[in-house]
């Protein structure tokens, strides 16, 4: 699981870097930490949003991905356990952005209602059919 959890944790840090040079935040505006980072966000429109979304999709499925595979390794069967733990992890890393930074209500939704748990699902799903891929 820690292995799946760095593995998200990567890839949403990527995207949260990369976001922040394709979509600019509005000018004036100091996103370096939380306290400007929530002053900000009022200003942000809904493309500010995309890429902190795929972050937390992308991040939540390579993790759930990545953990249900190594827990597979050595011809154990598939284990879910290790991909809904990634999920919750990250859900409950949202939960903790929302808290501190607020946001509006329709990303807020967004995110936490699709990003984590249904894409440690995917994640799930993913490696149990690559594992099935490799196996055949």
Known sequence: MVIGLMAGSAVNMS???LGGQLVPPPPGTQTQTMEGLAAALPLFGPQHFVFPFLAHALGTLVGAAVA???AGWGGAAMK????WAVGAFFLSGGVANV????????FTVLDLG???LPMAWCGLR???ALRAARQA
């Open 114 to 116: 699709l990003a984590f």
């Open 99 to 106: 808290w501190m930074l607020g946001g509006p209500l329709w």
């Open 15 to 17: 995207l949260i870097l």
């Open 68 to 70: 249900a595979t190594v």
């Open 80 to 83: 879910a356990w290790p991909a």
């Open 126 to 128: 993913l490696a149990t």
